[in-house]
Each structure stands twice: as C-alpha cells, then as structure tokens.
C-alpha cells in the first residue's frame, strides 16, 4: 500500500473505459478498486428477480430495506454478494444493465450504497469509478478524472467486450442500450451524470488502456 490514503474518482458513461482503467491504476497505485456500478447492479438483480415493475416504487423500497449488499475482495478481484449469494458473474447480462440505471436514480437506493463506498473510503486508499464518483461520492477525493469517447467507440467497445464473453447480441442493440442509458443517467435528477468542476477530461476515444493510464499519473504526479 501507499505511504498515505488517496481517494482518486474516474467518472464518465458506459463504455468510456473508466472500469479497465481503475482496474490498472489501482494495481499500479498499490490501492483497492471499488467497481461502485456492481453495487447497482447486484441491488438490480434483486429487483429483477423479484418480477416487480417499475412503477411499483414502493415494492422497490420494501426490497431494498430486506436486501443485504456486501463486498468482498478475493486475489484482488471485487466480488458481490447478494444476501450471501455470490452473484458476480450474473450482474453484466443487459436486463441487469437496464435495471442498474433504474434503480441507481432512486435517491433511497444511492443513500444505502454510497454510505457503503465512502466506509470503504476511510479506510483504505481506493481508485472508484462510476457516474457521480467526484461529484457525490467522494466530492473531496484527491484526484478527479472524467474519461469520455464517442458513442460508436462506447459502443463498439462493449459489442467486442459480450462476443468475447459469448454472448449473442448486436451492435445495434448495445449502441441504443447505451443511449438509452446515456440519456437516464445524465436526466436523473439526484447525483446525474456530469463532470465535476474540478475534474480532469480525458478523451479516451484514440487511445489505449496504458496510454490513459500514463495520462492519468502525469496528473497525479506519480
């Protein structure tokens, strides 16, 4: 570990490379990556198996109250627990995709996780990527970076990233699946998507994983 507890927040949308990055420069930094958007996405699961819709906010509310979110870190590699069950691999399928942006614009269901992100925080030096890392989560974290690209190159990217995995969906689906949720997480009026003031924009669109990595700690001085 380092000398001393950093906080560095890597915010942007889907597919702009924010989780391979915070992935690498947490290795790199000796510190502990908190992927916050599995969070999301293990409560949406929940919900998803539940069969409610989403109209039925206040059945969303009696889940969240009922639901026990926990993190554990195995070899390095964050893994999440649903009410003890390890649902790791479950969470990346695009019905879960669309449920994590749903329920991630209830203010109730963002209190309960972000209380949990800012505990790890204390304790630990921590690279988190989201959507309001710097702007809600962490707003006095040390280092702040918003990673971007184009919405062919997002999408592009996350078409490659499910055929590498298997998984049969189109381009088409993925690029409006990702407008789609552009669109909620920038709309959403608690904790939206944006750009914190003092935050550093990168473009990721013409460059490599490394490439940004370096880009990153020239910033930070490392």
């Given at each position: 570990m380092m000398a001393e507890n950093i906080a560095v927040a890597l915010d942007g949308p889907g597919g702009s490379g924010k989780s391979t990055i915070a992935k690498m420069l947490a290795?790199?930094?000796g510190s502990i990556y908190l992927d916050t958007?599995?969070?999301?996405?293990t409560f949406a699961l929940k919900v998803l198996r539940s069969g409610l819709n989403k109209s039925?906010?206040?059945?969303?509310l009696k889940i969240l109250d009922e639901t026990k979110v926990d993190v554990a870190f195995e070899n390095g590699e964050q893994r999440m627990l649903l009410d003890g069950e390890?649902?790791?691999?479950?969470?990346?399928e695009?019905?879960?995709?669309?449920?994590?942006?749903f329920v991630a614009s209830i203010p109730e269901v963002r209190l309960k996780l972000v209380e949990l992100q800012r505990e790890v925080s204390k304790r630990v030096s921590i690279v988190m990527d989201g959507r309001d890392i710097g702007t809600y989560v962490l707003p006095h974290a040390q280092y702040k970076f918003f990673l971007t690209a184009s919405p062919e190159v997002r999408a592009k990217r996350r078409y490659d990233e499910s055929l590498a995995k298997g998984m049969t969906v189109s381009y088409s689906e993925i690029y409006e699946a990702l407008a789609a949720r552009d669109a909620q997480d920038s709309g959403r009026d608690f904790a939206p998507l944006r750009q914190a003031e003092d935050a550093i924009l990168i473009?990721?669109?013409?460059?490599?994983p490394g490439e940004v990595m370096e880009t990153i700690l020239r910033h930070m001085n490392r």
């Open positions: 290795k790199r930094l958007g599995a969070m999301y996405r039925d906010r206040s059945g969303i390890d649902v790791t691999g479950l969470i990346r695009p019905d879960v995709t669309e449920w994590a942006s473009d990721t669109g013409m460059l490599t």
